[in-house]
């Protein structure tokens, strides 16, 4: 089985910053594609940010500019960084990798979630 967990979420000021962190472990043969997601309450999930395993990266417009996607392979983790932070980016934050492995081959993965609260 493949595993992502995710670290880093918490509650922030508007302005403010924080890291997220997602590695993945497990039956891993190779992790191609990774990314972050979000779900407010009532809103569908969104795209955020993924990132190749070639480092070529994708924002959503809302945080562009804000974010910042990062990997390391030698480690099978991406990272969020996320400055100025506003009230609109409260969500769950889900991590996502596209994770090859000689038992069930390439599929999705997903984290379990983590929570981003920024206050006004």
């Known amino acids: 089985q493949v595993q992502l967990v995710e670290s880093g979420g918490g509650l922030v000021q508007a302005g403010g910053s924080l890291r997220l962190s997602c590695a993945a472990s497990g039956s891993i043969f190779r992790v191609n594609a990774m990314g972050w997601y979000r779900q407010a309450p009532g809103k569908q999930r969104e795209l955020v940010a993924d990132i190749t395993n070639s480092g070529s990266t994708n924002y959503a417009d809302s945080v562009k500019g804000r974010f910042t996607i990062s990997r390391d392979n030698g480690k099978n983790t991406v990272y969020l960084q996320m400055n100025s932070l506003k009230p609109e980016d409260t969500a769950v934050y889900y991590c996502?990798?596209?994770?090859?492995?000689?038992?069930?081959?390439?599929?999705?993965?997903w984290g379990q979630g983590t929570q981003v609260a920024v206050s006004s």
């Open positions: 996502n990798a596209v994770v090859y492995s000689t038992v069930y081959g390439t599929r999705d993965y």
